[in-house]
């Protein structure tokens, strides 16, 4: 079994999520993030790979018009759980409530320039080689030119993580219009461990995407 077949359903219906992955606020380096990027001023964004949703809450409350995608749908029922809890309908930003879809990274339900931010918490690093060239090649096309890619994982190689590494980021990203900022080492914090990660801004520039099928 590789890590692209993994039941994820199974694993959020046994609450095995809490033992690994899952959160009690939205991520610290997020929030930094935000802080720093200014207000969404009602853009749109994606979480990819949004589980429980509170980092896509964390997106809503910046400002932005977010949607949340996960290929689990016992997930994506805690999200909107946690939205109907915890978000306004509106925020002053020009944000909204969130909307969440079942998807799968590696063939997103978008039109192509759909999002002017993609982030992702942990989800690029649970894919293998083939499927980190589908993922790069979705997330050129449905972020808009200039677009923000936000990546966070792991940066050891122990199963089930692949790494984020500069390699990766030149085999996979920079043929496909990407251009990285520095790769930086942080500890990717949940509420049950900690991870060594490592966390890189992705701009899209105005350069043609790979022709690569």
């Known amino acids: 079994m590789t890590t692209t077949t993994l039941d994820w359903n199974r694993t959020y219906r046994a609450g095995d999520h809490h033992k690994y992955w899952e959160l009690s606020q939205p991520s610290a380096e997020l929030v930094g993030f935000l802080a720093a990027l200014g207000p969404g001023a009602g853009r749109p964004a ?3 790979g949004c589980g429980t949703g509170w ?3 964390a997106l809503a409350g910046a400002g ?9 749908e016992e997930a994506l029922h805690l999200a909107r759980a946690r939205v109907a809890e915890n978000a306004p309908e509106e925020s002053g930003d020009g944000g909204s409530r969130p909307a969440f879809e079942q998807a799968d990274v590696r063939r997103l ?4 320039a759909s999002f002017d931010l993609l982030i992702d918490r942990g989800c690029l690093h ?3 080689e083939e499927d980190r060239e589908r993922y790069a090649r979705e997330a050129a096309r449905v972020l808009r030119p200039r677009g923000i890619l936000y990546l966070r994982g792991s ?14 980021l ?4 920079a043929p496909n219009g990407f251009e990285a900022g520095p790769l930086l080492p942080f500890q990717l914090q949940t509420d049950a461990m900690s991870l060594p990660a490592h966390a890189c801004v992705l701009t899209r520039t105005e350069a043609e995407r ?4």
């Not at 190689?157 to 990766?168: H, S």
């Not at 790979?210 to 099928?213: D, E, G, I, L, Y």
């Open 46 to 48: 994606l979480d990819i």
């Open 126 to 128: 649970h894919l293998g």
């Open 170 to 173: 030149r085999r996979h990203f």
């Open 55 to 57: 980092d896509t809450l």
């Open 210 to 213: 790979s022709a690569t099928p």
């Open 155 to 168: 940066r050891v190689d122990t199963f089930p993580f692949k790494p984020l590494t500069a390699e990766l």
């Open 64 to 72: 932005y018009r977010v949607t949340g995608v996960d290929i689990s």
């Open 109 to 112: 339900p978008f039109a192509d």
